[in-house]
């Protein structure tokens, strides 16, 4: 299984983006996509997850500051195997390299995997 992450470029302050990731191989069924986002000098943190059921995670970004809620938006294509992250109100904070997720099996296992997406980087400028 293989991500191929786009969407990604510079925004100034209040400006929006919109990240897609799109999945390929064959033989298997996702159990979860999402976002991931590392700021230079900083863990990675999660942004956003939704399930093959449609839950949807938003992360706990400690930074009350830079929450993600009520700005960014995910959402997810299982028929297409792509999971898109909508985010409106750019905060410089919110420049990072943004990984897409996958979680996933192979058809009539139960163990699960996880693959990650090469990164595509976001800048938001003041």
């Known amino acids: 299984v293989q991500l191929q992450a786009s969407g990604g470029g510079s925004v100034q302050a209040g400006g929006s983006l919109r990240l897609s990731c799109v999945a390929s191989?064959?033989?298997?069924?996702?159990?979860?996509m999402g976002w991931y986002r590392q700021a230079p000098g900083k863990q990675r943190e999660s942004v956003a997850e939704?399930?093959?059921?449609?839950?949807?995670?938003?992360?706990?970004?400690?930074n009350p500051a830079v929450s993600v809620q009520g700005r960014f938006f995910i959402s997810a294509d299982y028929t297409k195997k792509s999971v898109y992250l909508q985010m409106n109100s750019l905060k410089p904070e919110d420049t990072a390299v943004y990984f897409c997720?996958?979680?996933?099996?192979?058809?009539?296992?139960?163990?699960?995997?996880?693959?990650w997406g090469q990164g595509t980087e976001v800048t938001v400028s003041s």
């Open positions: 997720n996958i979680k996933w099996r192979y058809y009539g296992r139960t163990y699960e995997r996880e693959n």
């Open positions: 191989g064959s033989g298997f069924s996702i159990n979860a």
């Open positions: 939704v399930t093959s059921g449609g839950i949807i995670k938003y992360g706990e970004i400690t």
